[in-house]
């Protein structure tokens, strides 16, 4: 069936070194993209989001790219953060019969060591 | 400040006992979801609704029941047939279920836990 894949699980970098987290998807209807970020013990929230429309997108250390071609999407973290350390997860809007639904990748858990 | 509130944080259920998890939106969002998370693992769809008095099955509706009679709260009731309820359980919302356009917004969990 339509899925988000995610990788890697798990990734552990020193603090100050970039990370990046790779996902790919297979709806070619997708049109937006969120990466949400989950702290232990609480709800993920989005920390950014790419549109179809564009092929990158930045917020200060945090930059999201999109390749529609090849149907996958990146989130970068520049100069990491010992506070940076939690999951990350990816998404996209997948068809289910007539409705669109947001599914998720399994998660990275990411750990920046000081 | 709008938002998505789920209570409580912590809830302690006996076996065969029925248990409802609450969740309340005041972003005016017309869709919500439910969500299980176990340790080390994906966000797995349980129940989700697109309108008050409507709402569908996700991947793993077995043992578990909801409720929309208002737009603002989607209840969750963890049955006596889910036989392995432990575990992290999330709300979300978004505007509109058909929108493909838009992330949804969480709360912040509840963990049940079978004693």
């Known amino acids: 069936g339509e899925n988000v894949e995610q990788h890697p699980s798990t990734l552990s970098v020193q603090e100050g070194d970039s990370a990046v987290i790779k996902c790919t998807y297979s709806?070619?209807?997708?049109?937006?993209f969120p990466w949400y970020k989950q702290e232990l013990g609480k709800g993920p929230q989005l920390i950014i989001d790419?549109?179809?429309?564009?092929g990158e997108k930045k917020d200060q250390r945090i930059a999201v790219t999109l390749n529609k071609t090849a149907k996958h999407f990146s989130l970068h973290i520049t100069e990491t953060q010992p506070e940076d350390s939690a999951v990350y997860f990816c998404?996209?809007?997948?068809?289910?019969?007539?409705?669109?639904?947001?599914?998720f990748g399994k998660g990275t858990l990411l750990t920046v060591n000081p | 400040d709008g938002g998505i509130t789920q209570s409580p944080k912590y809830l302690f259920r006996k076996e065969g006992q029925n248990v409802t998890l609450s969740c309340e939106q005041n972003?005016?969002?017309?869709?919500m979801y439910w969500y299980r998370q176990d340790p080390g693992q994906g966000l797995r769809l349980i129940y989700y609704?697109?309108?008050?008095?409507?709402?569908q099955k996700g991947d793993i509706a077995e043992g578990y029941s909801v409720s929309r009679e208002k737009k603002e709260s989607f209840p969750l009731t963890v049955t006596s047939a889910q036989k392995n309820p432990t575990a992290f359980y999330l709300c979300?919302?978004?505007?509109?279920?058909?929108?493909?356009?838009?992330?949804?917004?969480f709360g912040s969990g509840t963990r049940l836990t079978v004693v």
């Open positions: 979300a919302s978004s505007r509109e279920l058909l929108q493909s356009n838009y992330g949804y917004t």
């Open positions: 709806d070619s209807a997708s049109n937006y």
């Open positions: 790419i549109r179809s429309n564009v």
């Open positions: 998404a996209a809007y997948v068809r289910g019969g007539s409705n669109y639904k947001l599914t």
């Open positions: 972003l005016n969002h017309d869709a």
């Open positions: 609704s697109q309108i008050v008095n409507d709402f």
